[in-house]
């Protein structure tokens, strides 16, 4: 049996292998560098399994320590219960980019290429493309497997301070 570490590798990979298909079936599907709507407009801030907390720890831990202050600040601007949407405080929003992207949550990984149109877990600019048969193939509904594969890895709770190295 696999430790949650490696049952979360194998996610990733089977996520990226379905990235991957895609982009290669539609060159022009929005979900790339440089498009991070969905990272502005978040329910709520990021649910973590433990090992993608883990993961994610170490990955700030690498961070300068400028960047990790600033993160810092952005999660104590949301407060307590922040009200949508919401920023990812991971995001950089001079750059637009996640400094942590390799070590990102599942749910940032599958957003707009797993979707679940009756939850409203997706991706309006994909959703207009359905609309307008640009992307005639897209599948809704597919985002169960990754649910049940990582409620196998531990009770999920939201990204929190207390992912960032001890303030200096």
């Known amino acids: 049996m696999d430790s949650p570490s490696e049952t979360l590798a194998h996610l990733d990979t089977d996520i990226e292998a379905r990235v991957v298909a895609i982009r290669a079936a539609h060159p022009d599907w929005p979900c790339a560098r440089g498009c991070d709507g969905c990272c502005h407009r978040l329910a709520t801030l990021p649910e973590l399994t ?46 637009g980019a996640c400094p942590v992207y390799a070590a990102r949550p599942v749910a940032c ?24 048969g640009v992307y005639d193939d897209v599948i809704w509904g597919n985002h169960e497997a990754i649910d049940t594969t990582l409620g196998r890895l531990g009770k999920p709770r939201p990204l929190g301070p207390d992912l960032l190295p001890p303030d200096e």
Do not use: H
């Open 109 to 132: 990984r599958s957003y707009g290429f797993y979707v679940e149109r009756d939850k409203g877990l997706y991706c309006t600019e994909i959703k207009n493309r359905v609309a307008s």
């Open 50 to 95: 433990p090992p993608e907390a883990e993961r994610l720890r170490a990955a700030i831990a690498m961070l300068p320590a400028t960047e990790i202050a600033a993160i810092r600040a952005r999660l104590a601007a949301l407060g307590p219960a922040p009200s949508p949407p919401v920023t990812c405080p991971l995001l950089d929003p001079a750059s």
